[in-house]
């Protein structure tokens, strides 16, 4: 059962377009929703995170939306620029001991020039 | 400071061999996750240590896989007999718990091929 559904798989983007990568979650006991960044070779690093208690947050020229009734949250990028090409990763995790990160399949980005 | 680190970076053995996956979590950080990612796939958790806490083995796929964590530092995950569907990137992560921290911070991953 896949807790966290991310679309789509692959996204081609012009400089300075927006980016918009959508999560769907089942889990309503989800509590902690982060965005990953993942760079060939690399590991993940957070770029974003929020709560169900907001409906968006805003850092920079990316962009977390909420929407809790429909159990979905998206990350926009805004300026796109091909620095920004890399696989992006929606994650969701429940309070409690563990906080294990439940992962959306990933999303690859490529920006071009 | 540093970050997560962990040896080795890739790893090729043969199926049926054992191996050993090692990390290293940022220091003071008390928790530390195993997480698996197949290619194309997202990351799956394995395992997860707090502390003098019993770990959460509930990710981990088999009866082959283990991992321990030795003085609360550093972590090993051991794949006995390894299988070709065990290739994939190893990735470890460690999280700080004191003021409510809820960042995890990856390594780079072990990339293991069982030939």
């Known amino acids: 059962q896949q807790q966290v559904k991310q679309s789509p798989q692959s996204l081609i983007v012009q400089k300075g377009g927006i980016s918009i990568i959508n999560c769907a979650y089942e889990n309503t006991a989800f509590d902690y929703f982060p965005w990953y960044q993942q760079f060939p070779g690399k590991g993940p690093a957070l770029l974003i995170a929020?709560?169900?208690?907001?409906s968006e947050k805003k850092e920079g020229r990316f962009t977390i939306s909420f929407n809790k009734s429909a159990k979905q949250f998206s990350l926009h990028i805004m300026d796109s620029q091909p620095g920004d090409s890399a696989t992006y990763f929606c994650?969701?995790?429940?309070?409690?001991?563990?906080?294990?990160?439940?992962f959306g399949t990933g999303t690859l980005l490529a920006v071009q020039p | 400071g540093a970050g997560v680190s962990q040896s080795p970076s890739n790893k090729v053995t043969e199926k049926g061999k054992d191996v050993e996956l090692r990390c290293d979590p940022i220091s003071g950080h008390t928790a530390l996750y195993w997480y698996r990612q197949s290619l194309g796939q997202g990351l799956e958790f394995l395992i997860y240590?707090?502390?003098?806490?019993?770990?959460?083995k509930s990710g981990l796929p088999s009866d082959r896989f283990s991992a321990e964590r030795t003085g609360g530092s550093v972590s090993t995950l051991t794949i006995q007999r390894t299988q070709q569907e065990d290739s994939a990137v190893y990735l470890c992560?460690?999280?700080?718990?004191?003021?409510?921290?809820?960042?995890?911070?990856f390594g780079p991953g072990t990339r293991l091929l069982v030939l």
């Open positions: 929020i709560r169900p208690d907001v």
């Open positions: 240590f707090q502390g003098n806490s019993a770990p959460d």
């Open positions: 992560a460690s999280r700080r718990t004191s003021g409510g921290g809820e960042t995890q911070y």
């Open positions: 994650a969701a995790s429940r309070g409690g001991a563990t906080n294990k990160l439940i």
